[in-house]
């Protein structure tokens, strides 16, 4: 029996305002580890709540202190004796802001394979053109790309995007569905052991490289930087992460050194293939937007100035989110 009821509640108050505060900061944050003080700590807190819940709860004057013992003490077992991976919740925000540039970042060296193969493809494709100009409509199927770029331009720039006008909603949501399906199709192909991965990367990259010789070639590099920047700066990236994605999932396909079975490599890259597709899931809705809604305003309405200064500041942003989010601080104001 306590003596002192008061005496009792503001001696171990901070305690377990202490507990909460932990408490709180594990629930906010799924991926925390806490270091092996702080578990000690935890363990500490833990035990002293639950002895002191054992002490009030024959105090039947204290009904409000009683319940919030149980509470706290409830979550602080829930904390202890349950799997973290069994009951982690998602939040956007973290898996944003925390786990996608975590796991760009680590496979990056799948991404620099797909950066590679897409501007080998590059490459190949506009000295295809350049030794082949008849051979511009094998390399480039689409209709709008089979007209002279100057004659184009001209035509783009009069109508003053003026062509999509009721139909820009329709035609960002037939971007967005068809850019993802196609990210989708290249990582899948990491099922063919990678092949079918790197024969859609360097295709794309033969496209991107006979249209845009074109357009040098015919004095548009303008025209065709403010009108690719805008949505390109992201749809392409976007693609070379799925390009990733499927290098990934093919490098578990094949194996290494490791003494693991082919269930076990798929399983330890799951959770990284799902977040990579989120990702560029996540990227090409907003380069559907910008394209139906930005990328297709020409001079004199919009300024290729704009655009391309938008195109950058969109690229820049994608780099240092990918390259720098989700870096913990380290002690002396590093970051890893």
């Known amino acids: 029996m306590i003596l002192d009821l008061q005496q009792f509640i503001a001696t171990e108050r901070p305690r377990w305002d202490e507990l909460e505060s932990l408490l709180a900061k594990i629930e906010e944050d799924p991926d925390l580890r806490l270091t092996l003080d702080q578990t000690r700590r935890f363990h500490y807190l833990y035990d002293r709540a639950a002895s002191d819940l054992l002490r009030i709860s024959t105090f039947a004057s204290s009904p409000e202190i009683l319940r919030y013992l149980e509470a706290l003490v409830a979550r602080a077992y829930g904390e202890i004796h349950e799997t973290r991976d069994a009951r982690r919740r998602f939040l956007f925000w973290h898996w944003f802001s925390q ?39 094998t390399l480039l199927p689409f209709s709008h790309l089979q007209v002279k770029p100057s004659e184009r331009v001209a035509r783009e720039e009069q109508d003053e995007g003026e062509r999509l006008n009721g139909k820009k909603a329709r035609f960002a949501g037939f971007l967005m569905t068809h850019n993802i399906r196609v990210s989708l199709f290249t990582l899948a192909l990491g099922m063919t052991y990678g092949v079918g991965t790197v024969v859609v990367l360097f295709y794309n990259g033969v496209i991107l490289g006979a249209v845009s010789f074109d357009y040098i070639q015919d004095g548009q590099a303008r025209f065709l930087v403010g009108w690719l920047l805008p949505h390109g700066s992201i749809e392409i990236p976007s693609v070379m992460i799925a390009g990733q994605a499927g290098l990934v999932l093919a490098s578990a396909l094949i194996g290494s050194r490791k003494r693991m079975t082919l269930l076990d490599r798929l399983a330890a890259v799951r959770d990284d293939l799902v977040t990579l597709i989120g990702g560029f899931s996540l990227l090409l809705v907003w380069a559907g937007l910008v394209e139906a809604f930005f990328s297709q ?21 994608l780099c240092g989110f990918l390259g720098f989010g989700g870096r913990k601080a380290r002690p002396g104001g590093a970051s890893s």
């Open 99 to 137: 786990q996608l540039p975590q796991t760009f970042r680590r496979h990056l060296m799948a991404f620099w394979c797909s950066l590679a193969l897409t501007i080998l493809g590059a490459t190949f494709g506009a000295g295809m053109l350049y030794l082949n100009p008849d051979a511009k409509e």
């Open 297 to 317: 305003y020409h001079e004199p309405v919009l300024p290729y100035g704009v655009k391309i200064g938008f195109g950058l500041l969109e690229l820049v942003l």
